[in-house]
C-alpha cells in the first residue's frame, strides 16, 4: 500500500492518511485507519492503524476516498446522516 492514500472530508474539513511504505497487506484484508481521538483505537500494524495528530472529521455528510499510488481512486463512499465515525476500515 505504498503510496495510498485515505481522505475523509467533512465539511470544510479534511484528513489524508498515507499508508506507511513498507505497509504491506494480504488480499481482502481488513485494515481499520482510527482517529488519533478515538479512545477505543488500539495500533496493531498492519490491520488496526492509529492516526498521530490526525482526526476524522465528522458532520452530516462523509465523503471518503481510496487512493493507490497512481492516484487512481479505488473506493468512494458518501455516508448521509452520521454525526460520529471514529474510525474507516478498508478492505484491498
Known amino acids: 500500500?505504498?503510496?495510498?492514500?485515505l481522505t475523509?472530508?467533512?465539511g470544510e474539513n479534511e484528513t489524508t492518511h498515507k499508508?506507511?511504505?513498507?505497509?504491506k497487506l494480504e488480499?481482502?484484508?481488513t485494515v481499520t485507519v482510527?482517529?488519533?481521538?478515538?479512545t477505543e483505537g488500539v495500533h496493531e500494524p498492519p490491520l488496526s492503524l492509529v492516526m498521530k495528530g490526525q482526526k476524522w472529521w465528522t458532520?452530516?455528510?462523509?465523503h471518503s476516498t481510496l487512493l493507490n499510488n497512481n492516484?487512481?481512486?479505488?473506493?468512494?463512499?458518501l455516508c448521509v446522516g452520521i454525526s460520529i465515525v471514529?474510525?474507516?476500515s478498508v478492505i484491498v
Open 1 to 5: 500500500m505504498s503510496g495510498w492514500q
Open 8 to 10: 475523509r472530508q467533512a
Open 19 to 23: 499508508f506507511h511504505r513498507q505497509m
Open 27 to 29: 488480499p481482502k484484508a
Open 34 to 38: 482510527w482517529s488519533s481521538d478515538a
Open 59 to 62: 458532520g452530516d455528510q462523509i
Open 71 to 77: 492516484g487512481e481512486v479505488i473506493f468512494f463512499a
Open 86 to 88: 471514529l474510525n474507516c
